[in-house]
């Protein structure tokens, strides 16, 4: 069953909490959780628009790209196939 709005997380407080306040809580807030000039470069290029996409449809969302410190470390076939 599917929670009332008033109760779930927007998409952007989710992003939040992975990223830049999962870094507090590791004590590395000056390390990651942001893109910024001095920071580890932790990112996911993701296949779809999570921002925009239809809720019912986050589930089908895959990282084409992901990169730890600024090395990538998961590259999909996917990434280059439309060229």
């Known amino acids: 069953m599917r929670k009332p709005a008033s ?3 927007t998409r952007l407080e989710a992003l939040a909490l992975y990223t830049r306040h999962a870094a507090w809580l590791a004590f590395a807030e000056q390390h990651r959780g942001q893109l910024s000039v001095g920071k580890q470069a932790d990112l996911a290029v993701l ?10 449809r986050i589930d089908t969302i895959r990282a084409v790209l992901t990169l730890v410190d ?9 990434l280059n196939a439309g060229q």
């Not at 296949?47 to 019912?56: A, V």
């Not at 600024?70 to 996917?78: A, F, Q, Y």
Request: without cysteine; aromatic residues 4%; hydrophobic residues 25%.
């Open 7 to 9: 109760e779930r997380l």
């Open 47 to 56: 296949n779809q628009p999570f921002m925009t996409m239809p809720e019912d």
């Open 70 to 78: 600024g090395r990538i470390v998961h590259e999909s076939p996917d």
